[in-house]
């Protein structure tokens, strides 16, 4: 159980897991932090922005931070290769640990060339302020008009500019511009200079740049509802660590799901289907419904679908039950019925019952007393025979028989035809006992007694044990040897660590510990 539970635990944590791999961590180690460079809060390694720009975004974004509301880190890079802009985002961001340690008030404004991609990477104290929909508003209406005319200089500029003015007026929505700009001449046509911000009470404008003749020519914006492709992210560490537990409850719970029956548990498909079909709706709904409470959506998604598995996994198999014991015996069919259904009674009782299963599982019960105690017809006469009582049944048994009753590994009830005094044994064994057959005897009365370790394991040889059983009916003595693995030795290794430090000649900076759980968006342009 514990090996197939650790398989399925990194199988579904190398579908979840945001850990970068080897080409990522090239990636991240070719982006300089800011705080290493005189620029404070632009890394710019691939000289997309000019100088102006990163001195005005260093001086904005600066008096930001020192004002407490956000620290924002921007970042412009040519490429990142294959990766994934998302994944680089977070982890550069967990990285250098932006925003302050408290608050969590850091954000990093991403942007990767090649792939066309903005990317928003907000820290947990700044998900209320920045949602998702804002950090996309931000990028379809100031940052992703300019980028397609490929002027990054006013992307980054007016994208800053709006999460600043939607941070420090904590709005619903970021400012709007006022006025259009008006198309220059062919040639005078130059990228569309700064815009003012409206009176709230003034008709909402169209906030994008006017059309410019010529190669330069600004595309209109893709409307939210023309985008196609993902635009949230698979999850946070919240949201991986809530479905790692709902994983291995639903792996143990899938164990005991006994609708069909397979050889060996990784065979199982419907435990595929409750641990990997789940991961891939959550993953689904953060990238193509993303929202600010992605994470406790993802525990009710997952508290609903456990339900729905259960209760679809006790029609499936009451079905096939009544369908298949059909031509069986009272006996047989009992056996049957309580060898599916036992395993989960306590879980389904205390947590599934309600609606379905609670009266599924009465009428269940009900089913179990009549296969069982119904009158039977002898088989010789075909009177009615009578069920005996404790007492007066251990006459019918052998001695082996009521050592089994005894140590309560099983029960049995004894039928008495008083016509022609044809009795009937049936047994029913008590699934949780541990009580084995005896290999002398051959009744289930050998019990375990003590386990002894005879040589404790090393790092060069193997260890070894015996588990001693002795039978309750005939007292035969057996001993099982078990092995205890090797212990695996480590190579010892040592590394140094120096410590460094930076310190920026312009400014001061307070990102010192800030984390990011995942939230915010991402745009294409």
């Not at 009521?402 to 099983?410: C, S």
């Not at 008083?418 to 005897?441: E, G, H, I, M, R």
Request: with cysteine; glycine share 6%; aromatic share 10%.
């Amino acid at each position: 159980m514990i090996k197939s539970a650790v398989f399925y635990l990194c199988l579904t944590l190398l579908v979840l897991s945001c850990k970068p791999s080897k080409t990522s961590k090239l990636v991240l180690d070719t982006i300089p932090d800011p705080k290493t460079l005189g620029e404070s809060y632009v890394s710019n390694p691939d000289n997309l922005l000019s100088d102006a720009t990163v001195s005005t975004l260093n001086r904005d974004l600066s008096a930001l931070d020192q004002e407490g509301t956000a620290h924002i880190d921007v970042v412009f890079v040519k490429s990142i290769g294959d990766n994934v802009p998302k994944d680089i985002a977070h982890e550069l961001f967990r990285k250098w640990k932006i925003g302050d340690q408290k608050s969590n008030n850091g954000l990093l404004i991403f942007m990767v060339k090649d792939q066309k991609r903005i990317e928003f990477e907000t820290g947990y104290g700044l998900e209320g302020s920045l949602p998702d929909m804002i950090c996309r508003r931000i990028q379809e209406d100031y940052m992703i008009p300019y980028a397609r005319n490929n002027d990054f200089d006013n992307a980054v500029l007016k994208g800053v500019d709006a999460t600043i003015s939607h941070l420090k007026g904590n709005a619903s929505s970021p400012a709007e511009p006022e006025v259009q700009v008006v198309s220059p001449l062919p040639d005078q046509a130059t990228a569309p200079g700064p815009v003012p911000v409206m009176d709230p009470g003034a008709m909402r404008p169209d906030p994008r740049p006017a059309t410019i003749s010529g190669e330069n020519q600004v595309q209109p914006p893709v409307s939210s509802t023309e985008k196609t492709g993902p635009s949230g992210n698979p999850g946070g560490l919240l949201s991986i660590l809530i479905f790692v537990f709902y994983m291995i409850f639903a792996i143990i719970l899938g164990r005991k799901m006994t609708a069909y029956k397979f050889k060996r548990a990784w065979l199982n498909p419907f435990i595929y289907l409750m641990v990997l079909g789940p991961a891939a709706l959550i993953i689904y709904l953060n990238l193509y419904y993303p929202t600010s409470f992605y994470d406790l959506r993802a525990f009710f998604v997952l508290c609903f679908l456990l339900w729905f598995f259960v209760n679809a996994h006790f029609l499936i198999l009451g079905a096939i039950l009544k369908a298949s014991l059909k031509e069986k015996s009272r006996h047989e069919q009992y056996l049957a019925w309580r060898e599916r259904h036992e395993p989960m009674e306590k879980i389904v009782l205390k947590l599934f019952s309600f609606p379905f299963l609670k009266a599924y599982w009465e009428t269940y019960t009900e089913r179990l007393k009549r296969l069982r105690y119904d009158p039977m017809d002898c088989d010789h006469c075909k009177s009615t025979m009578t069920l005996l009582d404790d007492k007066k049944e251990d006459a019918y048994l052998s001695k082996g028989q009521l050592t089994e009753e005894q140590i309560d590994a099983i029960d049995y009830d004894v039928w008495l035809c008083t016509f022609c005094n044809a009795t009937l044994v049936l047994d029913y064994k008590n699934l949780q006992s541990t009580a084995k057959p005896c290999s002398q005897c051959h009744f289930q009365t050998m019990e375990f007694k003590k386990r002894k370790i005879m040589k404790r394991a090393s790092s060069s040889d193997d260890g070894y044990g015996y588990e001693y059983y002795v039978c309750a009916n005939c007292l035969f003595e057996e001993s099982i040897k078990f092995i205890i693995p090797q212990i695996s030795s480590s190579s010892d290794s040592s590394s140094s660590f120096s410590d460094s430090s930076s310190s920026s000649s312009d400014s001061s900076s307070s990102s010192s510990g800030g984390d990011s759980g995942g939230g915010g968006a991402g745009s294409n342009w």
